[in-house]
């Protein structure tokens, strides 16, 4: 049964960092591509960034190019995301998904609850 749970949101100062991480399950992490999608209250889902099987090739929305850094650990099945640099209009819950810029995970059973990014001063 596939299971993705997100961790390590909270609470950052405009320019501060967080780092956060998706415990994948139930699947060959390896073989999927992996993306981060993130939901601002009142706003639509937006695509943040993907990275394939192999962590060679990662692609970002350009708001957040320079700033976040996406990258994979296929011994532990876990997707990680860096955000350096952070500004208030990064403040959203952020999920995890399997795919490249696909939802296909986002609000199944088989997505998590999200983790949430507030950044404020």
């Known amino acids: 049964e596939v299971q993705l749970v997100e961790s390590g949101g909270g609470l950052a100062q405009p320019g501060g960092s967080l780092r956060l991480s998706c415990a994948a399950s139930?699947?060959?992490?390896?073989?999927?591509?992996m993306s981060w999608f993130r939901q601002a209250p009142g706003k639509e889902l937006e695509w943040v960034s993907s990275?394939?099987?192999?962590?060679?090739?990662?692609n970002y929305t350009d708001s957040v190019k320079g700033r976040f850094t996406i990258s994979r650990d296929n011994i532990e099945s876990t997707l990680h995301l860096q955000l350096d640099s952070l500004k208030t209009e990064d403040s959203a819950k952020y999920y995890c998904?399997?795919?490249?810029?696909?939802?296909?995970?986002?609000?199944?059973?088989?997505g998590g609850q999200g983790t949430q990014v507030t950044v404020t001063s």
């Open positions: 998904t399997r795919g490249w810029k696909s939802k296909m995970d986002i609000g199944t059973p088989r």
């Open positions: 139930g699947f060959r992490f390896i073989s999927y591509y």
């Open positions: 990275i394939d099987g192999n962590d060679n090739v990662a």
